[in-house]
């Protein structure tokens, strides 16, 4: 099994940005939706940014965005990927000439063997809990017996994933990426160093990929 790739979501400070990739993030979320405890400005986001090494893809989080918002977040934020987490539609996801993933959250009536008819554009399709009147990084889990094996997509999988249950989570679902947000995190808004750290021991544990030797130690 390829080891899924890993992006730890909602970071707030470059001290947390800096520790994810220190213990082995490939990706770091950034979330321009301000309800959220995890919400950061453009400014925020670019010193974050501008803070990493190279080759770490940083994606920023919209739910049901206005484009003016995107685009003055886009001038002033150099993100590799967008990820819409509401109810967007394909042709709203396009418009930014920017690689975008759909997050779709596993309403009892999800098809998932629409998604590419629904989202064509989309470079992959992250499966979130589904909880009434909250759009995300609720910390819950779904189903994965519901995912395909079978799948003509690139499978981000997320919702309520720990380091206690990712081992099975991947294991079950091989999926091509994992993201966490409230598994990882010590207060809200703030993430954890160890736990990041045995959270991506235990992506490398699962995918029975030996390499792993993020830095520091597990205490
Ligand atoms: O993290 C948030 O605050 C958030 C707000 C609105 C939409 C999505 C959000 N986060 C994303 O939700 C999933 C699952 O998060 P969790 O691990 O269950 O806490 C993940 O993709 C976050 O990026």
Avoid at 60 to 87: I, K, R, W, Y
Avoid at 103 to 121: E, F, I
Avoid at 128 to 146: K, L, S
Wanted: charge should be negative; glycine fraction near 8%; hydrophobic fraction near 40%.
């Amino acid at each position: 099994m390829i080891r899924p790739r890993i992006k730890i979501c909602g970071l707030t400070c470059i001290e947390d940005a800096l520790a994810a990739v220190e213990v082995g993030a490939d990706a770091i979320g950034l979330v321009f939706y301000e309800p959220s405890s995890r919400s950061v400005s453009p400014d925020e986001a670019r010193e974050m940014i501008q803070a990493l090494p190279p080759f770490v893809t940083t994606v920023g989080l919209f739910v049901n965005p206005e484009a003016t918002e995107v685009e003055a977040c886009l001038n002033q934020v150099p993100l590799d990927l967008l990820q819409f987490h509401g109810n967007e539609s394909n042709s709203f996801c396009e418009q930014f000439q920017r690689p975008w993933i759909k997050a779709v959250r596993m309403k009892d009536d999800v098809r998932l063997d629409q998604l590419n008819d629904l989202w064509p554009g989309a470079r992959g399709f992250l499966l979130d809990a589904y909880r009434p009147g909250v759009p995300g990084g609720t910390g819950d889990t779904f189903d994965w017996t519901r995912i395909p094996h079978q799948r003509d997509y690139p499978l981000i999988l997320a919702g309520g994933l720990t380091p206690d249950n990712v081992g099975a989570a991947v294991s079950q679902t091989n999926p091509f990426a994992v993201d966490v947000s409230g598994g990882v995190e010590s207060s809200p808004g703030r993430k954890s160093t160890v736990t990041m750290r045995a959270f991506i021991k235990a992506v490398y544990k699962a995918s029975r990929c030996n390499d792993w030797s993020g830095y520091g130690s597990d205490s």
